[in-house]
């Protein structure tokens, strides 16, 4: 499909995280212009727009009405409407609604185009001094105990460094899990009130990040970014590999062999667990 000339473009805009400085000259000039801002809170919009004096009506598209609002949406967009996707802070789509809208203009041949701007999780790398050429974002963890603790799990042999959103009233519980999970020892920055007043950065191994936020209440208060350090991987061989799940086979099931075997060594529980399947059908 091709875009008809008739057509309006999705804009999808990048607002400030906190400091409301954060913003590009093209965000608020493409704020300005179009129809119609789609808001996911329009009371929280309404600070930003005065602010830089923005009166473009706004329609609001939260979670729970994002499916059958995009259809109404796309029409809009189909009569040559300029629409504006904006969230309540930083990129929409990332932990934030807009993916049904963004995906129904693709189907209709509707351009969609980033105005790129903050988001919690990038400004948190940037600070956070552990390794960002290669990360992974885990967005919110499972608001649910054994949910969260069985992410984690799986969560725990991964190399790269890893990157969590967590609101106050879950931090504890999060850190907890994590410093069980992934051992006391790995190093862990969280960040907390970026860009805004109470801005935090603590910078430790994770039983001494906890330590520090459980005697502290004010250090639970506010919005954080997570992140941790990617498992150490261990240059281990195949000799060593097929000792190690050769021990562990004679007192446990092949899963669970791959899954202990892969938190010592740091090798990815699939590969060990092909491995461990091989060996059990040679005994
Ligand atoms: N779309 C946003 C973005 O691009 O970062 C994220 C939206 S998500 C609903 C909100 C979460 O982002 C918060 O619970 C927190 O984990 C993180 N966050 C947002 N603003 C933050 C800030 N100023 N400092 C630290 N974390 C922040």
């Known amino acids: 499909m091709t875009n008809s000339a008739q057509n309006g473009t999705l804009y999808i805009v990048a607002t400030p995280i906190g400091n409301l400085g954060d913003i590009t000259y093209r965000a608020v000039e493409i704020l300005r212009q179009v129809d119609l801002i ?26 729970h009405n994002e499916k059958e ?5 796309v029409e809009k967009l189909q009569q040559g409407v300029d629409l504006a996707l904006i969230s309540d802070a930083g990129t929409p789509l ?15 041949s509707i351009p969609v185009a980033p105005i790129p701007g903050p988001s919690a999780s990038i400004s948190a790398l940037s600070v956070s001094g552990l390794p960002s050429d290669r990360f992974c974002f885990e967005g919110f963890l499972p608001a649910k105990t054994q949910a969260r603790k069985n992410r984690l799990q799986e969560l725990a042999s991964e190399t790269r460094t890893l990157i969590f959103y967590e609101a106050p009233h879950r931090i504890l519980d999060s850190l907890r899990d994590l ?11 969280i960040t907390r009130e970026l860009t805004k007043t109470y801005e935090t950065v603590l910078r430790a191994p994770l039983a001494e990040i906890l330590d520090i936020v459980e005697r502290d209440a004010n250090q639970q208060k506010g919005e954080f970014v997570i992140l941790v350090h990617g498992a150490e991987t261990r240059l281990v061989g195949d000799e060593e590999q097929v000792r190690l799940l050769g021990i562990l086979l004679e007192a446990m099931p092949v899963k669970t062999a791959a899954s202990i075997a892969s938190k010592i060594t740091g090798i990815k529980k699939n590969q060990l667990y092909e491995r461990a399947l091989e060996l059990k059908g040679a005994r």
């Open 38 to 63: 789609v808001v996911e809170d329009s009371r929280h919009s309404a600070k930003l727009f005065q602010h830089y004096n923005i009166t473009s009506p706004a329609y609001v598209l939260h979670d």
């Open 69 to 73: 609002n995009s259809i109404k949406l």
């Open 179 to 189: 410093t069980v999970i992934f051992g006391p020892g790995r190093p862990a920055v």
């Open 94 to 108: 990332i932990s934030d609604p807009g993916y049904w809208l963004v995906n129904l203009a693709i189907q209709h």
